[in-house]
């Protein structure tokens, strides 16, 4: 089995809400059978068949895996080429409806469609609202949002993507924005690039995090790690996105932009 594209939604740490869905070499048969030899169960809703396991019991039968995967694994649903991974508490009825297209999903608001199609063809994306990226309660650690001195004020945008690709040769990260207004994300434009490009991280213990053996997070992640930052301002839904990508420096460690969502490394973006 191998997977070529996964989407999870919800939160993965805590207490975990996050489904996850993925494409990619599946054999439902296979993946069936050895499911019912770790001890799931055969359910079913509304004729689809899914797989079911007590908390206690994944822990158990998958103990050598890191500790949070298995909360996330109490009910499985499989067919050939998908394969859907779903903690405790999620209302396994509704999540196989939004799959077989009888519930709307993000694929259905304008705003979140937008934002995926600004950051292009990524290998790795995040999607969030306004709340959850600055809310304290749906991280890890106390989120990075300390607005720094010389700044000035940037437009309550509404939702953000942030996303890592390579094209050709080159590797980039991009930083999007939506907003309800079909004029703020211009108006803002000058004042995020003006953040980036001076903005100095705040995560704790920055120098004890590695982004590669012997080297550290940066104090100044754009201005170490990028080569140029550029912006695009677009028309989206009514509203309108701002993006700033930056094209990263060769040695740039492709994980490294992981941790503006972990650690809510974002103070830039503080409206």
């Given amino acids: 089995s191998a997977a070529h ?32 030899a770790l001890g799931y169960s055969e359910e079913q809703s509304d004729g689809k068949t899914y797989y079911t396991i007590p908390s206690d019991d994944v822990r158990r039968e998958l103990q050598n895996i890191n500790p949070s995967v298995p909360l996330r694994m109490n009910a499985v649903y499989v067919e ?25 999903s993000l694929a259905d608001d304008e705003a979140f469609r937008a934002l995926a199609e600004s950051l292009g063809d990524p290998l790795s994306g995040v999607l969030m609202t306004r709340s959850e990226a600055l809310d304290s309660d749906r991280t890890n650690q106390e989120p990075q949002l300390t607005k720094q001195e010389g700044w000035g004020t940037l437009h ?3 939702a953000m993507a942030v996303g890592y ?8 990260w991009a930083f999007s ?5 079909a004029g703020q994300a211009a ?17 704790p213990d920055r120098q004890e995090r590695n982004l590669s053996p012997g ?21 989206a839904s009514g509203g309108s996105m701002l993006t700033v990508t930056c094209d990263l420096k060769p040695d740039t460690p492709a994980g490294a932009w992981d941790s503006f969502v972990i650690f809510r490394d974002i103070g830039f973006l503080v409206p």
Avoid at 177 to 181: F, H, I, K, S
């Fill in 5 to 36: 594209r996964t989407i999870s939604t919800g939160a993965a740490l805590g207490d975990p809400t996050a489904v996850t869905y993925s494409e990619g070499e599946f054999a439902q048969h296979v993946i069936a059978q050895k499911l019912l």
């Fill in 80 to 104: 050939d080429g998908v394969l859907l991974r779903m903690p405790p508490r999620v209302d396994v009825a509704e999540v196989l409806a939004t799959v077989g297209d009888q519930r709307p």
């Fill in 156 to 158: 309550e945008w509404e």
């Fill in 165 to 172: 690709g390579i094209s050709g040769e080159e590797s980039w």
């Fill in 177 to 181: 924005l939506y907003y309800a207004d």
């Fill in 187 to 203: 108006s803002a434009s000058n004042e995020l690039l003006s953040r980036m490009q001076s903005y100095v991280s705040l995560i």
């Fill in 215 to 235: 080297r550290s997070y940066p104090e100044q992640p754009f201005a170490e790690l990028c080569d140029s930052l550029s912006v695009n301002q677009a028309g």
